[in-house]
């Protein structure tokens, strides 16, 4: 067979393909759409997920199915999603551990940025640093004053090492230049006992879990990590306001696929999501979870995804967390 045919039987075999794929996306969707959330249930990615999967439904044309797919920090749910066909049949609701993971695992199987095809960011929940009541803190630059004067004699809780909460913390600590030690817990629950218990003197922490011992009066809002404050808690300064100006570390939750789907198809689930977080009950119920709504679109996630990414690079590299 001459070089001639081959070429012509090479072009011929790629222009099918381009048109199985054109054809496919054209008519999707026509079948029901899997949407996995690789954290436990009651975490805002979680009930995200559940309340705009209605919706996501209503806009496509089919059913939006939840699965949850829990395990090793998000991975486990996030390579399914790697590892499915790429034709946007398989979403996954995705949150800070996607942009953590590719610096925080020295193993990891697959690279989330190019592996994940971003769809939509959806909200972001702010962070809070809290202290008991008793303290003698009142304002974070009364904390940091006293981090200063007490270097490693002041520890902090977070729900777990490697969380977006704790590298907030580390990059707290690193703006301000203080050594305050970090005390892992397991599970947000028992981080904050172990800060109302007197075992730690503060604590990161993401708002929503973190408004009922606020409003109690059993702990005290220094400030919030978002670049502007809570709704929530109006009174409470942003870090970024205590003297560490462009702070921001939030809790965010977007959609993303499998990389490879084609960009018909990406739209589709774009402007689908769109539709969804502009309905008023959508809006009020991840609302009333702390959730500030933020839609960005494919392009402008992916834009947002690389800032995070090297954000919590740095944070990972300042507080040497690493996982095998």
């Not at 072009?11 to 099918?16: D, E, G, N, R």
């Not at 690789?38 to 995200?48: E, H, K, R």
């Not at 599970?187 to 109690?216: C, F, H, K, N, Y």
């Amino acid at each position: 067979m001459g070089q001639t045919v081959r070429n012509v039987l090479r072009i011929t075999v790629t222009l099918a393909a381009l048109a199985l794929a054109h054809a496919a996306s054209a008519q999707y969707p026509s079948k029901p759409i899997r949407y996995i959330v690789p954290f436990p249930p009651g975490g805002i990615a979680d009930i995200a997920a559940r309340v705009i999967s209605p919706k996501l439904a209503e806009a496509l044309g089919q059913p939006v199915v939840v699965e949850q797919r829990v395990g090793a920090g998000g991975n486990i749910g996030a390579e399914a999603v790697v590892r499915a066909e790429p034709d946007g049949y398989t979403l996954l609701s995705a949150a800070p551990p996607v942009a953590i993971a590719q610096s925080l695992y020295r193993h990891l199987s697959f690279n989330p940025r190019r592996d994940l095809a971003p769809v939509a960011l959806i909200g972001e929940v702010p962070n809070v640093l809290v202290v008991r009541a008793d303290s003698k803190a009142n304002t974070l630059g009364e904390l940091i004053e006293m981090a200063r004067r007490n270097p490693g004699k002041l520890d902090y809780s977070s729900l777990a090492a490697g969380t977006s909460v704790h590298l907030a913390a580390e990059m707290l600590k690193h703006r301000a230049q203080v050594f305050i030690v970090h005390i892992p817990y397991r599970g947000a629950p028992q981080a904050m006992m172990g800060l109302l218990g007197g075992e730690v003197d503060m604590m990161m922490d993401a708002l929503p879990p973190s408004l009922e011992q606020i409003r109690a009066g059993k702990t005290r809002a220094l400030a919030v990590t978002s670049a502007q404050r809570a709704p929530q808690l109006p009174n409470v300064p942003t870090i970024a306001e205590s003297g560490f100006p462009g702070f921001e570390v939030t809790g965010w939750v977007g959609i993303s696929t499998t990389a490879g789907t084609p960009p018909a198809t990406i739209a589709k689930l774009e402007a689908a999501a769109r539709k969804a977080l502009a309905n008023p009950e959508v809006a009020s119920l991840l609302q009333r979870q702390g959730m500030a709504l933020r839609f960005l679109g494919a392009k402008e996630f992916g834009a947002f995804l690389d800032t995070e990414i090297a954000k919590f690079a740095d944070a990972v590299k300042y507080s040497g967390a690493t996982v095998d």
